[in-house]
C-alpha cells in the first residue's frame, strides 16, 4: 500500500515530493537564529565554569573583572539569591542550581556570569574572575554512587543516599514463573554509553525585558516555547513577570534533537541579567559548552533476560535497568513516565510476560537522560529487546530473521495489547522485514558469509526490526508539569483564498512549514505554495507542548486537518449559499465544492473564501478561519526492519558497512522527500553512537571527551550510503492516517550495527558488543578470541 495522491501538482497535498519552503532562506544565508538578532543597546553574557566535578566553592572574588573596561556586572548564586532565583525546577520535578550559592556538582557547572558591553571583553572577564574551591570527593560511577558510603550529592534535598527514583512495570512474579519454566534463558549486561547531540547551532538566547512596559521578551533556543513561558511565569511570578508579560520566541533553530528541550541555567540567568539591568542581554554558548554541560542522552546501564521454549517461542522479558541522570534529574520525560516510554522494550514481539524495572541515581556529572532523537527512552528500548533477540538466536543457533518472523506479533493481532501496558495501535512487522531481506537479497547473503566464513574472512549480517511510540498525548496519560500534552493549529484563510496557519510546535530543521502547508492543502485544495506556516511565536502561536519525540505530526499534524476540516465545514455552507443548493447536494473534491448532478455549478475554496469576508450568508459570522486543539487518543506506533552487513577488517579491528537497508513504516506520508530525509538523517545518527559517539569521563568526573577531537562525529566521508524503502500501515486513529517518523533511524539502527559485527564474531564466540564499535575495541576482540 503507498499514500495515495489525491491533488494535483499545484494543491500539492499529501504524498507529493514538495520542495520545502524555508530552504529559499537558509539557501540565501538569511535564516534568522538567535544569534543572528542584535537589539540595541544588548549586552553580553559569558559564564564562569567549574573545573571540578564536586568541590566547595569558598570564594569568588570578581574585583578584577568589574574593573574591566566594558564589565557591567558579574552575578553569581548569592545574587540570585536575594530574589530567590538561585534554583528553578527541571522538567521532571526535580531541582537544579541556576547559579550555586556553596557548591558544584559537576564539570563545566556554571558558577557566575559576566555581562559585558562586547562578547570578547565577557570572555576576558570570565579569565580574571578568581574562583577558589574546595575539591570534595566525586561520584562518578552510578553503582559507586549506591553503595552505601558513597558521599551523598542531594543533602540539599534532606537525601541520605543517591537514588533518585524506582520505577517498574508488568507481573513480576508471572515472569517470574515463566523464567523457571523455560526451556531457554539468556542474560547480557548492555551499557549504553552517554552521548551528546551536537546540533549544528550550540543553545542560547536574548532576554530583552523592556521596564517601561514591564514585558519580557526571550528569543530562545528551544523545542517548547510556551512550556518555557508557563514555567518562567511560575518561577519568576514573584518578582513581578507574569504570564501576559512574557514572550518567548523561538526563532530559526539549527537543530535541536532533544538537546533544546530542556532549560539551562544559562537562559536563566540572561532573564535575570535583563530585569536587573534594563537591557537586552545575549547569551549563547561555545561548542565547548554546548558538548560539556547540555543535556546528555542515554546512560543506561541494563541487564536483559529473555526466556524461551526450546524451538524459539519468546515466553518472557525481564529488564533491570540503573540510569545515570548526573546531578539532577533534568530527563524531558512526561511527568507520569520518568524512564520515558522504555517499557516498549517488548517490541515488535508478542511476549506474554514482561517485567521491567528501572533506578535512577545522582551522580557528579552533567543533568539530563533525554535527547538525541530518542522518543522518550525508546532508543534503550530498542537497543535491548534487538540485541537480546539475537543473543537469543545465537543460543538457540537459529536464524535471526526466523526467530523474529516466529514471535513478531501477527497482523491480526493489532490493536495489540502488549505485557507491560502499551496497545499498539497498527503494524505489519513481517512484511516490512520481509520487504528488506528481499531488498537486501538475504538469503544469498548467507551462502556467501558460509563460504567467506570458510576461508576465514569475518562478515556479518545484523537485523533490526524495531517498533516506535510517539505522538504524546493522549493527554490523559501524558504531561508535561502538569501541562496537558496536546497540540494546536489555528488557522485563517485571507479574502483571496491565501492562508496562515500558526502551531503549537516547533521545527528545527524538521520541515514543518512545507508539510503543515501540504497538510491543508490536502484538506482545502488551497495551493501549499499559498499556506504560510508560523511556529515558535507565543504571542502568537496558539498553545502547544513543542516539538519532540515525534509528537509534531501525530498531535499538531492532526490538528491542522481537523481546523481545515472545520473551515470546509464553513465554506460548504457558504457555497450552498453561493449556489443556492442545500448542503447536501454539494460535493467535495480538493478545491472546489460542486453540485451532485450538475458539476458545472460549481465554487472555487477562493471564491468561498472571498464571500466569506464580503458576501457571506446572513446570519453567519464573516471571516473563515479555525482553531483545533488535538488530544490524541492514543500514541502512533511507526516502525521498521533494518538489515547491515559487515564487513571486518582483521588485521585493524575496522567495520565498514557494506550495505545498509532501511525499511520503515509510518502510515501515510505526507511529504516523502521529507520522509527519506529525516530517515537518513536519523540513520546517521543512529550508526554515529553505534560506531563513535561517547562521553567519557575519568575517576575525578573529568570529562575525556570534551572537544571534537576527542568526541568522534562522523562526516560525510565516515557514513555509508543509505537504502531506504517503506511500506504503509496507517494509523488507525489518526485523522489523517500518518504516525511520526522523526526518530525511527536513530531508534532502530544501533542494533542492526551490532548485531551484524557481532555476527560476523559469533563463530569465535563473542555474543555481544557495548556501543560505540570502535577498531580498538574489535582489534581488542580479534586478539582476546584468538581470530588473529
Ligand atoms: N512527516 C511526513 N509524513 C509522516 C510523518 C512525518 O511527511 N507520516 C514529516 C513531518 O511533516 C515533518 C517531519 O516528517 O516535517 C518529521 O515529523 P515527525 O515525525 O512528526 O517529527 P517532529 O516534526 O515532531 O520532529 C521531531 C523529531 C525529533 S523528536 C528529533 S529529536 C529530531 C527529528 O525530528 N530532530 C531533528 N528530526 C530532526 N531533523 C532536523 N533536521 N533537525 C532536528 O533537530
Ligand atoms: Cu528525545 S530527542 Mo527529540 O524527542 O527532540
Same mark, same amino acid.
Given at each position: 500500500?503507498?499514500t495515495?495522491?489525491r491533488?494535483?501538482?499545484?494543491?500539492c497535498g499529501?504524498?507529493h515530493?514538495m520542495?520545502?519552503?524555508e530552504?529559499?532562506r537558509?539557501?540565501f544565508?538569511? $535564516?534568522r537564529?538567535?544569534?543572528d538578532?542584535?537589539?540595541?543597546?544588548?549586552?553580553?553574557m559569558d559564564?564562569v565554569?567549574?573545573?571540578?566535578?564536586? #568541590?566547595?566553592i569558598?570564594s569568588?572574588n570578581a574585583?578584577?573583572?568589574l574593573?574591566?573596561?566594558?564589565?557591567?556586572a558579574v552575578?553569581?548564586?548569592?545574587d540570585l539569591?536575594? !530574589?530567590?532565583?538561585?534554583?528553578?525546577p527541571?522538567l521532571?520535578?526535580?531541582t537544579?542550581?541556576?547559579l550555586p550559592?556553596d557548591?558544584?556538582m559537576?564539570? +563545566?557547572?556554571?558558577v557566575?556570569a559576566?555581562?559585558a558591553?562586547?562578547?570578547?571583553?565577557?570572555?576576558?572577564?570570565?579569565?580574571?574572575?578568581e574562583?577558589?574551591y574546595?575539591?570534595?570527593?566525586?561520584?562518578v560511577?552510578?553503582?559507586?554512587?549506591l553503595?552505601?558510603?558513597?558521599?551523598?550529592?542531594?543533602?540539599?534535598?534532606?537525601k541520605?543516599?543517591n537514588?533518585?527514583?524506582?520505577?517498574?512495570v508488568?507481573?513480576?512474579?508471572?515472569?517470574?514463573?515463566?523464567?523457571?519454566? +523455560?526451556?531457554v534463558? @539468556?542474560?547480557?549486561?548492555?551499557?549504553?554509553?552517554?552521548?551528546?547531540?551536537?546540533?549544528?547551532e550550540?543553545?542560547g538566547?536574548?532576554?530583552?525585558y523592556?521596564?517601561?512596559?514591564?514585558?519580557?521578551?526571550?528569543?530562545?533556543?528551544?523545542?517548547?516555547?510556551?512550556?518555557?513561558?508557563?514555567?518562567?511565569?511560575?518561577?519568576?511570578?514573584?518578582?513581578?513577570l507574569?504570564?501576559?508579560?512574557?514572550?518567548?520566541?523561538?526563532?530559526?533553530?539549527?537543530?535541536?534533537?532533544?538537546?533544546?528541550?530542556?532549560?539551562?541555567?544559562?537562559?536563566v540567568? =540572561?532573564i535575570?541579567?535583563?530585569v536587573?539591568?534594563?537591557?537586552?542581554?545575549?547569551?549563547?554558548e561555545?561548542?565547548s559548552?554546548?558538548?560539556?554541560a547540555?543535556?546528555?542522552?542515554?546512560?543506561?546501564h541494563?541487564? #536483559?533476560?529473555l526466556?524461551?521454549?526450546?524451538?524459539? /517461542?519468546?515466553t518472557a522479558?525481564?529488564i533491570k535497568?540503573?540510569?545515570?541522570?548526573?546531578y539532577?534529574?533534568?530527563?524531558?520525560?512526561?511527568?507520569k513516565f520518568?524512564?520515558?516510554?522504555f517499557?516498549?522494550?517488548?517490541?515488535?514481539?508478542?511476549i506474554?510476560h514482561?517485567?521491567?524495572?528501572?533506578d535512577?541515581v545522582?551522580?557528579?556529572?552533567p543533568?539530563?537522560?533525554v535527547? !538525541?532523537?530518542c522518543?522518550?527512552?525508546v532508543?534503550e %528500548?530498542?537497543?535491548?529487546?534487538?540485541?537480546?533477540?539475537?543473543?537469543?538466536?545465537?543460543?538457540?543457533?537459529?536464524?535471526?530473521?526466523?526467530?523474529?518472523?516466529?514471535?513478531?506479533?501477527q497482523?491480526?493481532?493489532?490493536?495489540? /495489547?502488549s505485557a507491560?501496558?502499551?496497545?499498539?495501535d497498527?503494524?505489519?512487522?513481517p512484511?516490512?522485514?520481509?520487504?528488506?531481506?528481499?531488498?537486501? $537479497?538475504?538469503?544469498?547473503l548467507?551462502?556467501?558469509?558460509?563460504?567467506?566464513?570458510?576461508?576465514?574472512?569475518?562478515?556479518?549480517?545484523g537485523?533490526s526490526?524495531?517498533?516506535?511510540?510517539?505522538?504524546?498525548?493522549p493527554?490523559?496519560?501524558f504531561d508535561?508539569l502538569?501541562?496537558?500534552?496536546?497540540?494546536?493549529?489555528?488557522?485563517?484563510?485571507?479574502?483571496?483564498?491565501?492562508a496562515i496557519?500558526?502551531?503549537?510546535?516547533?521545527?528545527?530543521g524538521?520541515?514543518?512549514?512545507?508539510?503543515?502547508?501540504?497538510i491543508i492543502?490536502?484538506?482545502?485544495?488551497?495551493?501549499a505554495?499559498?499556506?504560510? @506556516?508560523?511556529e515558535g511565536?507565543?504571542?502568537? %502561536?496558539?498553545y502547544?507542548?513543542?516539538?519532540y519525540?515525534?509528537?509534531?505530526?501525530?498531535t499538531?499534524g492532526?490538528?491542522?486537518?481537523?481546523a =481545515?476540516?472545520?473551515?470546509r465545514? &464553513?465554506?460548504? &455552507?457558504?457555497?450552498?449559499?453561493?449556489?443556492?443548493v442545500?448542503? *447536501?447536494?454539494?460535493?467535495?473534491?480538493?478545491?472546489?465544492f460542486?453540485?451532485k448532478g450538475?458539476?458545472?455549478?460549481?465554487?472555487?475554496?477562493q471564491?468561498?473564501?472571498?464571500?466569506a !469576508?464580503?458576501?457571506?450568508?446572513?446570519?453567519?459570522e464573516?471571516g473563515l478561519? #479555525?482553531?483545533?486543539?488535538?488530544?490524541?487518543?492514543?500514541?502512533?506506533?511507526?516502525?521498521?526492519?533494518?538489515?547491515? @552487513?559487515v564487513?571486518?577488517?582483521?588485521?585493524?579491528g575496522?567495520?565498514?558497512?557494506?550495505?545498509?537497508?532501511?525499511?520503515?513504516?509510518?502510515?501515510?506520508?505526507?511529504?516523502?522527500?521529507? @520522509?527519506?530525509g529525516?530517515?537518513?538523517?536519523?540513520?546517521?545518527?543512529?550508526?554515529a553512537?553505534?560506531?563513535?559517539?561517547?562521553?567519557v !569521563?575519568?575517576?575525578?568526573?573529568?570529562i575525556?571527551t570534551?572537544?571534537?577531537?576527542?568526541y568522534?562525529l562522523?562526516? %560525510?566521508?565516515?557514513?555509508?550510503?543509505? *537504502?531506504?524503502?517503506?511500506t504503509v500501515?496507517?494509523?488507525?486513529?489518526?485523522?489523517l492516517?500518518a &504516525?511520526?517518523?522523526?526518530?525511527?533511524a536513530?531508534?532502530?539502527?544501533p +542494533?542492526?550495527?551490532?548485531? #551484524?559485527?557481532?555476527?560476523a564474531?559469533?563463530p569465535?564466540?563473542?555474543?555481544?558488543?557495548?556501543?560505540?564499535?570502535?577498531?580498538?575495541?574489535?582489534? &581488542?576482540?580479534?586478539?582476546e578470541?584468538?581470530?588473529?
Amino acid at each position: 500500500m503507498e499514500t495515495e495522491v489525491r491533488t494535483p501538482p499545484t494543491i500539492c497535498g499529501m504524498g507529493h515530493r514538495m520542495k520545502r519552503k524555508e530552504d529559499a532562506r537558509f539557501l540565501f544565508g538569511k $535564516g534568522r537564529y538567535v544569534d543572528d538578532i542584535k537589539l540595541p543597546g544588548m549586552l553580553y553574557m559569558d559564564i564562569v565554569r567549574s573545573p571540578f566535578a564536586h #568541590a566547595r566553592i569558598k570564594s569568588i572574588n570578581a574585583e578584577r573583572a568589574l574593573a574591566m573596561d566594558g564589565v557591567v556586572a558579574v552575578i553569581t548564586g548569592k545574587d540570585l539569591e536575594k !530574589y530567590n532565583l538561585h534554583w528553578m525546577p527541571t522538567l521532571m520535578g526535580d531541582t537544579q542550581m541556576v547559579l550555586p550559592t556553596d557548591r558544584v556538582m559537576y564539570q +563545566a557547572q556554571e558558577v557566575a556570569a559576566v555581562i559585558a558591553t562586547d562578547r570578547y571583553i565577557a570572555a576576558d572577564a570570565v579569565e580574571a574572575i578568581e574562583v577558589e574551591y574546595e575539591p570534595l570527593e566525586p561520584v562518578v560511577d552510578p553503582f559507586r554512587a549506591l553503595e552505601p558510603d558513597a558521599p551523598v550529592l542531594r543533602t540539599d534535598k534532606g537525601k541520605t543516599d543517591n537514588h533518585i527514583w524506582h520505577w517498574e512495570v508488568g507481573d513480576r512474579e508471572a515472569t517470574e514463573r515463566a523464567f523457571q519454566e +523455560a526451556d531457554v534463558v @539468556v542474560k547480557q549486561q548492555i551499557y549504553i554509553p552517554r552521548i551528546h547531540v551536537a546540533s549544528i547551532e550550540t543553545c542560547g538566547c536574548i532576554a530583552d525585558y523592556n521596564p517601561a512596559e514591564g514585558k519580557l521578551t526571550v528569543y530562545m533556543t528551544t523545542q517548547a516555547p510556551h512550556v518555557v513561558r508557563t514555567a518562567l511565569a511560575l518561577v519568576a511570578g514573584h518578582v513581578g513577570l507574569s504570564e501576559e508579560k512574557i514572550r518567548v520566541i523561538s526563532p530559526d533553530i539549527g537543530g535541536g534533537f532533544g538537546g533544546k528541550v530542556p532549560t539551562y541555567p544559562g537562559y536563566v540567568i =540572561a532573564i535575570a541579567a535583563s530585569v536587573l539591568l534594563g537591557k537586552p542581554v545575549k547569551w549563547i554558548e561555545d561548542r565547548s559548552e554546548n558538548l560539556q554541560a547540555d543535556s546528555f542522552a542515554r546512560d543506561y546501564h541494563i541487564t #536483559a533476560e529473555l526466556a524461551a521454549t526450546k524451538d524459539g /517461542k519468546i515466553t518472557a522479558l525481564r529488564i533491570k535497568t540503573l540510569a545515570d541522570h548526573g546531578y539532577t534529574d533534568a530527563a524531558a520525560n512526561p511527568s507520569k513516565f520518568p524512564a520515558g516510554l522504555f517499557s516498549i522494550c517488548t517490541g515488535s514481539y508478542d511476549i506474554k510476560h514482561a517485567f521491567v524495572e528501572v533506578d535512577a541515581v545522582y551522580t557528579n556529572k552533567p543533568p539530563g537522560g533525554v535527547a !538525541y532523537r530518542c522518543s522518550f527512552r525508546v532508543t534503550e %528500548a530498542v537497543h535491548a529487546i534487538e540485541r537480546m533477540v539475537d543473543v537469543l538466536a545465537q543460543k538457540l543457533g537459529m536464524d535471526p530473521a526466523e526467530l523474529r518472523f516466529r514471535n513478531f506479533v501477527q497482523p491480526d493481532q493489532f490493536p495489540y /495489547k502488549s505485557a507491560l501496558g502499551w496497545e499498539y495501535d497498527s503494524g505489519n512487522y513481517p512484511a516490512a522485514l520481509r520487504k528488506a531481506m528481499d531488498l537486501i $537479497g538475504y538469503e544469498e547473503l548467507r551462502r556467501e558469509q558460509a563460504e567467506r566464513r570458510a576461508r576465514g574472512e569475518l562478515i556479518g549480517i545484523g537485523i533490526s526490526s524495531f517498533t516506535e511510540i510517539v505522538g504524546a498525548g493522549p493527554s490523559r496519560h501524558f504531561d508535561i508539569l502538569g501541562i496537558k500534552m496536546f497540540d494546536s493549529c489555528e488557522l485563517r484563510i485571507h479574502p483571496t483564498g491565501k492562508a496562515i496557519a500558526r502551531f503549537g510546535t516547533k521545527s528545527q530543521g524538521q520541515g514543518h512549514e512545507t508539510t503543515y502547508a501540504q497538510i491543508i492543502a490536502e484538506e482545502l485544495g488551497i495551493p501549499a505554495a499559498h499556506v504560510q @506556516v508560523e511556529e515558535g511565536d507565543t504571542d502568537t %502561536a496558539p498553545y502547544g507542548l513543542g516539538t519532540y519525540a515525534s509528537r509534531s505530526t501525530p498531535t499538531a499534524g492532526a490538528a491542522a486537518a481537523m481546523a =481545515a476540516r472545520k473551515v470546509r465545514e &464553513k465554506a460548504r &455552507k457558504i457555497a450552498a449559499y453561493l449556489l443556492e443548493v442545500s448542503e *447536501e447536494d454539494l460535493e467535495w473534491e480538493p478545491g472546489v465544492f460542486r453540485v451532485k448532478g450538475a458539476p458545472d455549478k460549481s465554487v472555487t475554496i477562493q471564491e468561498i473564501a472571498f464571500a466569506a !469576508y464580503t458576501n457571506h450568508p446572513p446570519g453567519m459570522e464573516a471571516g473563515l478561519e #479555525a482553531v483545533h486543539y488535538y488530544d490524541p487518543p492514543n500514541l502512533t506506533f511507526p516502525f521498521g526492519s533494518y538489515i547491515c @552487513v559487515v564487513d571486518i577488517d582483521k588485521g585493524t579491528g575496522q567495520v565498514k558497512i557494506r550495505r545498509f537497508v532501511a525499511v520503515d513504516d509510518c502510515g501515510h506520508v505526507i511529504n516523502p522527500m521529507i @520522509v527519506e530525509g529525516q530517515i537518513h538523517g536519523g540513520l546517521t545518527m543512529g550508526f554515529a553512537p553505534a560506531m563513535m559517539e561517547e562521553l567519557v !569521563y575519568d575517576e575525578e568526573g573529568n570529562i575525556l571527551t570534551g572537544s571534537f577531537m576527542d568526541y568522534l562525529l562522523p562526516t %560525510a566521508v565516515e557514513t555509508p550510503r543509505w *537504502e531506504t524503502a517503506r511500506t504503509v500501515t496507517p494509523s488507525p486513529h489518526h485523522p489523517l492516517g500518518a &504516525k511520526g517518523v522523526g526518530e525511527s533511524a536513530t531508534v532502530g539502527a544501533p +542494533a542492526a550495527i551490532v548485531n #551484524a559485527v557481532v555476527d560476523a564474531l559469533s563463530p569465535y564466540g563473542v555474543t555481544h558488543i557495548d556501543i560505540p564499535i570502535t577498531p580498538y575495541k574489535v582489534w &581488542k576482540i580479534l586478539h582476546e578470541k584468538g581470530v588473529v
